[in-house]
T-cell receptor, first 117, second 111 residues
Framework: DTAVSQTPKYLVTQMGNDKSIKCEQN?????MYWYKQDSKKFLKIMFS???????INETVPNRFSPKSPDKAHLNLHINSLELGDSAVYFC????????????????FGPGTRLTVL | SQQGEEDPQALSIQEGENATMNCSYK?????LQWYRQNSGRGLVHLIL?????REKHSGRLRVTLDTSKKSSSLLITASRAADTASYFC???????????FGAGTRLFVKA
């Protein structure tokens, strides 16, 4: 059984288009994340949701909009795609510790390789 | 500022040798985690060490944490070709939900 799944695995699109990436986790976790990994393998947090509430919103262009319909799903919609958006996008989930405001082990999806032409 | 910077950036060793990777960070943390990423795949969690722990073992992995120096090391003993991957340290900051990943160490184990 796949713990964290993402669709699609590959996405090739033209500049200016709008696209979505979907993520689902079946681990019962309360927190989900979107990360962007660039060509140099640097992994940067974009967003995080805890029980459908946005808790991390990094400096990301507002063309990127996350949506969490329930705590098992976190989707990423990108408007007006640009060349610089080309990267691998990873979804992850974890169980957070609200009392200590900390996060434990994260479980990652297989990634979505986005190529903007 | 970037947290969790790994050293070295790349490491090439022979099978059977030990591999040591280091990580430095800047702020106080709740825990530090190490992840492995095989080429074209997602990250896989290896080990988590909490801020009140100094050393942890898991199979051929040994992690140390020195909070006074804000540094950690990952030792892989008796390396195998299958250990070839990128290794990332990640820190969970005190008082926040954010986990910050470093740029990673690329390990290549030659058979």
């Amino acid at each position: 059984d796949t713990a964290v799944s993402q669709t699609p695995k590959y996405l090739v699109t033209q500049m200016g288009n709008d696209k979505s990436i979907k993520c689902e986790q079946n681990l019962g976790h309360d927190t989900m994340y979107w990360y962007k990994q660039d060509s140099k393998k640097f992994l940067k947090i974009m967003f995080s949701y805890n029980n459908k509430e946005l808790i991390i919103n990094e400096t990301v262009p507002n063309r990127f909009s996350p949506k969490s319909p329930d705590k098992a799903h976190l989707n990423l919609h990108i408007n007006s795609l640009e060349l610089g958006d080309s990267a691998v996008y990873f979804c992850a989930s974890s169980q957070s510790r609200m009392r200590t405001r900390s996060t434990d082990t994260q479980y990652f999806g297989p990634g979505t390789r986005l190529t903007v032409l | 500022s970037q947290q969790g910077e790994e050293d070295p950036q790349a490491l090439s060793i022979q099978e059977g040798e030990n591999a040591t990777m280091n990580c430095s960070y800047k702020t106080s943390i709740n825990n530090l985690q190490w992840y492995r990423q095989n080429s074209g795949r997602g990250l896989v969690h290896l080990i988590l060490i909490r801020s009140n722990e100094r050393e942890k073992h898991s199979g051929r992995l040994r992690v140390t944490l020195d909070t006074s120096k804000k540094s950690s090391s990952l030792l892989i003993t008796a390396s195998r070709a299958a250990d070839t991957a990128s290794y990332f340290c990640a820190t969970s900051e005190t008082g926040g939900f954010k986990t910050i990943f470093g740029a990673g160490t690329r390990l290549f184990v030659k058979a």
